[in-house]
């Protein structure tokens, strides 16, 4: 038998039917839903007549535009209240599954799916967002679909597809300590570039990628995107396989057996081809901070931010070029001399409680600088919020200066109230510095928990690997 | 779906790399349940100098006269030419309903984010791949001529240039298909019920913790 690549396993096992020019027909385990992408996929049903193939297979909750403060007031805005409110109608009418505001389970899509085992290995999971490649960390085939194909999904259980090509972003050595998945997923995109991965599936593998946590590996799938990769991948192990047990969703019993079994196949085979292979040194990786607005424009804390005259691609230079002024940053300024006037600690990729513990860790008993006009830190569920009060971290991050708020996507993409006003340089924990992502004019340093943390006490980047030394 | 067989119209270049689908569409705009009505808000932050809102009259907004889309020579335009990675970011339907809304029917450049690439099919667009070479050939034409038109064809899969001159392009043949005939991907998928039935009956067999 061939050898095949993870992709390829999870490929073959869905595939209903192809035709000669090699479009498929993938069948879909499991489609996430919010607020957001579905409203026009469910009228889609409504205007067709039709119902969702397998209501069960589908589950929802509301996370773009909930409010992080205030929820016994509901929505202010009331565009974003019929939001919400058409995805609480949507569901009850269709007869799917919502985790509610209000509902402790509520929260970041991308967050709720795996804690509640809704994800599951060797699944096929589908989301009206991009950053489903988060969930490949368990070794599904997780995507990031448009609306159109949200209503494809629901209809037919299906996906029309043609099948993408094989990347291995092989990662040796271990990290050092201080540097994240964060930092990892960061110092990937700037070796390979926001379009490095485009019509590519990537399985991240090597020594580092072992050695880290599931909750990790989240992280680094999650920026899959932001490599141009529509998913990212992590085979099963030990740690994916404790992470399922006892989760509401996740089988039992005899089930669980049968399922630990099967998951266990899911890892690329020995001699697998893979059409593209990236080598990285993960202990030459130094805590990673973007100067600009694409995820690619980005260095390491120790370094400067590079000088557009030495770029010799026109067009690359000319949006180098056009990032620092948006960002009114000057070429060969040292990292740690920007200094900053928010910090933003959450989003699908850094909400998660050991993110909110690493963060916690660095604040204790420090104070958020004076120049530091706001420092959140939004969970990235009720449940991931319940877990760190349980432990205590909120009273460290409300003495440090933090706000403590309640689940959603946040500052991250400024749907809801929480944003960047024009001018304002962020440290955020979130995966996109694009122009205006957190807010009109707002300018956004992509960095880890620690870093973001680490800087909110400082009023500037520093190198958090010296609070480990 | 609308079909798109033969497009004849001015060509308006959009002269950077990855842009973004935050750029094509601001996130406030994404709280609409409907899914028309974004042409006038598409590239909102280069387009106006003030911040945009839903519900806004986007008639009295202050226009930023610099941004390539307010320039009177390319109003009009239905083929957008730009460059790398076009549509990167989040999979936002909502940046190709933009871009139709708007007058765009096809957009040409040297490579698309995969997810914007696949929306674009499914709304009546045609995004094009060309070579590096011929999309540089094609910015300093459009630049050096006003009023520069191309007509895309389609079913043979050409681009057509003033002077005469043909670049042939490639496209998925199923794609293709949908977009010329305007076809229904729920309805072409549900002709294969019955096959989607049986493989769903044994996945579930094989795999009975699903």
Redesign the interface.
């Known amino acids: 038998m061939t050898a095949k690549t993870l992709y390829d396993k999870l490929w073959d096992s869905h595939v ?2 192809q ?1 000669e ?1 090699g ?1 498929a ?1 993938l ?1 879909i ?1 499991r489609q996430l839903i919010h607020e ?2 579905s ?2 996929a469910f ?1 889609g049903l409504r205007l ?1 007549g ?1 119902k969702p ?2 209501v069960s297979a589908n589950k929802a909750t509301a996370d ?2 909930v409010p992080t403060t205030g929820l016994e007031n509901g929505i202010s ?1 009331p ?2 209240r ?2 919400v409110e ?1 995805l609480d109608k949507n569901c009850k009418e269709f007869e799917i599954e919502e985790f509610g505001m209000g509902d402790i389970r509520q929260g970041i899509v991308h967050v709720v799916g795996p804690e509640q085992g809704i994800t ?1 290995p ?2 096929t999971v589908v989301c ?3 950053h ?1 490649s988060t969930h490949g960390a368990f070794a599904a085939l997780a995507q ?6 949200v ?2 999904a629901l ?4 996906l ?3 099948k ?1 090509k094989n990347m291995l972003v092989e990662v040796n050595g271990s990290l050092p300590i201080g540097v994240s998945a964060k930092d990892l997923a960061l110092a990937i995109i700037g070796k390979i570039g ?2 490095g991965g ?2 590519c599936a990537i399985e991240f593998a090597g020594e580092a990628i072992s050695g880290l946590s599931v909750e990790g590996r989240m992280t680094l799938c999650n920026m899959a ?1 932001e490599a ?3 998913s990212g991948l992590v085979a099963v192990d030990e740690k994916t396989i404790d992470y399922f047990n006892g989760r509401p969703f996740a ?1 039992s019993g005899d ?2 057996e ?2 630990t079994q ?1 998951w266990g196949n899911l890892h690329s085979d020995k001699g697998a081809v893979f059409d593209k292979h990236v080598i990285l040194n993960a202990s030459e990786i130094k805590p990673q901070v973007t100067w600009g607005t ?1 995820p690619e424009m980005v260095v390491s804390i120790n370094e400067s931010i590079p000088d557009p005259d030495q770029e010799t691609n026109p ?2 230079q ?2 180098m070029l ?1 990032a620092l002024k948006y960002m009114d940053l000057a070429k060969n300024t040292l990292i740690s001399e920007i200094r900053i006037d928010k910090v933003f600690i959450g989003s699908c990729t850094n909400s998660r409680i050991e993110d909110l513990r690493v963060a916690a860790n660095i604040v204790k008993g420090e104070t958020v600088a004076k120049s530091v006009k706001l420092a959140l830190v939004v969970p990235g569920s009720g449940l991931v919020k319940s877990q760190a009060e349980k432990e205590g971290l909120d009273k460290i991050f409300i003495k440090s200066g933090f706000e403590w708020r309640d689940p959603g996507c946040s500052m991250c ?3 809801n109230a929480d944003r960047l006003e ?1 001018g304002e340089r962020c440290a955020s924990t979130s995966n ?1 510095n ?4 957190q807010g ?2 707002g300018r956004t340093h992509l960095v880890s928990p620690a870093m973001a943390a680490a800087a909110a006490v400082a009023g500037h980047f520093i190198d958090i690997t010296d609070f480990y030394k | 779906m609308k079909p798109l067989t033969e497009i004849n119209g001015l060509v308006m270049p959009l ?4 842009v ?1 689908t ?2 094509i569409i ?3 705009f ?6 028309t009505g974004f042409g006038p808000n598409l590239f909102d ?1 280069w387009r106006y100098l003030d ?1 945009g809102e ?2 806004m009259d986007n008639s009295n907004r202050p226009i930023n006269t610099e941004f390539v889309l307010n320039q009177p020579r390319y109003q009009g335009a239905k083929i957008l030419l730009t ?3 076009f549509g ?6 909502h940046a ?1 309903w933009a871009l139709e809304d708007f007058g765009f029917r096809v957009i040409i450049g040297p ?1 698309f ?3 914007f690439f ?2 674009c099919f ?2 009546g667009i045609l995004p094009i791949v060309l070579d590096a070479e011929n999309v540089e050939k094609l910015f300093s034409e459009v630049n050096e001529n006003e009023g520069y038109k191309l007509k895309v064809d389609l079913p043979n899969q050409a681009i057509k240039k003033p002077n005469g001159e043909n670049i042939n392009f490639t496209v ?3 794609r293709k298909q949908c977009l010329v005939e305007g076809l229904d ?2 309805g ?3 002709k ?1 019920m019955d ?2 039935k049986q ?2 009956e044994n ?1 579930r067999k094989n ?4």
């Open positions: 209903v039917r035709d020019n479009t027909l069948y385990d957001v992408t409203p026009q009228e067709a039709r193939w397998r773009h535009n805005d565009i974003a019929l939001q058409t599951l060797g699944m009206g967002d991009s489903t990031g679909i448009g609306t159109s194909e209503e494809h209809a037919t259980q299906c029309l597809q043609k993408s926001t379009a485009t019509g995107i141009g990769a529509r089988p089930n669980w049968l399922a099967a694409s067009v690359k000319e949006g056009s993409l400024a749907m024009s996109r694009f122009e205006g992502r009109n004019g | 002269d950077r790399s990855n973004d935050d750029a601001p996130k406030q994404l709280k609409s349940i409907k899914r932050e911040v839903p519900g460059r790398e990675n990167c970011g989040s999979s936002r339907e190709p490579s984010a995969d997810i696949n929306n499914k709304n998925d043949m199923f991907d729920i072409i998928t549900l294969y096959e989607i493989f769903e996945r795999n009975p913790w699903l």
